[in-house]
């Protein structure tokens, strides 16, 4: 498998929806949407985005599974498999704030071997590949290198429809908030983890994520140097639906504070 090869027509498949996605946004009506559940928001453009996604993907692979969080298509790969987040930040887009990507990561038997994540409004394409570097449109990218806590920028999610954790992880904000330059929510965990995986934040944390919310931006860390591990420090970030991605040198700080939570 060339995978610089095959992860470029990924990147240009990626693109295209990109484009699309951005065309709906001029004239997106916010009451054409749908409630897969509390403040879990879908609509048109997120599931049009992920047929096209697996259209165009199939082509390349005939054979592979896909994991989508629309479920256009949920078939295993015997070797194969997508996990594609299609419009990843859907309530910015519905309410009309400017941060939302495509995440597409293919994975060969179960181990990642391409990501990508497209921020659309910015335009610009994070992706990596198998045996190659993690790239930002066409340079590459490194993690940071700040080493302490204090020093650093991180990056976060709210819980907005499992809550059961909620009363630890406001505390967890509250002693990091204290402790760091500042705490950002996004809005997006593909954009905060590629955001990561380029040096501009310094860590990523977040639980109650599924796969598709991470598998590629988790891969552009990896590739970039960084560290992904869940809350106790272990590889089983996607299965214990919880992650931490650091540049690898503030792991240690920031580890300790979350065990001391959770």
């Avoid at 909620?166 to 809005?187: K, N, P, V």
């Avoid at 501009?200 to 970039?224: H, K, M």
Wanted: charged share 25%; glycine share 8%; hydrophobic share 40%.
């Amino acid at each position: 498998m060339n995978y610089e090869l095959l992860c470029s027509k990924v990147v240009a498949i990626t693109r295209l929806t990109g484009n699309f996605i951005r065309k709906e946004s001029m004239n997106f009506d916010p009451n054409a949407i749908e409630f897969k559940g509390l403040n879990d928001l879908v609509s048109y453009v997120d599931k049009h985005a992920e047929i096209q996604l697996v259209r165009n993907l199939t082509k390349l692979i005939p054979d592979a599974g896909f994991t989508t969080e629309e479920e256009t298509e949920d078939v295993k790969g015997a070797v194969y498999n997508w996990i594609i987040d299609p419009l990843d930040g859907t309530t910015n887009f519905i309410h009309g704030i400017p941060t939302y990507s495509i995440s597409v990561a293919l994975y060969e038997e179960d181990k990642p071997v391409i990501g990508v994540v497209y921020e659309i409004n910015r335009g610009e394409m994070f992706y990596t590949y198998k045996g190659g570097e993690a790239y930002l449109n066409n340079k590459p990218i490194r993690v940071s290198s700040r080493s302490v806590l204090s020093d650093s920028l991180l990056a976060t999610g709210f819980p907005y429809h499992e809550f059961d954790k909620q009363a630890q992880y406001m505390q967890l904000f509250a002693e990091m908030m204290r402790r760091c330059h500042g705490l950002r929510r996004i809005g997006s965990a593909a954009v905060d983890l590629a955001y990561v995986a380029c040096g501009r934040f310094d860590a990523f944390f977040e639980y109650n994520l599924n796969s598709w919310d991470v598998a590629a931006g988790a891969y552009l860390v990896q590739q970039a140097g960084g560290h992904v591990i869940n809350f106790g420090g272990g590889d089983e970030f996607m299965d214990k639906r919880e992650i931490l991605a650091t540049n690898g040198k503030v792991t240690g700080e920031i580890l300790t504070t979350i065990k001391s939570y959770f």
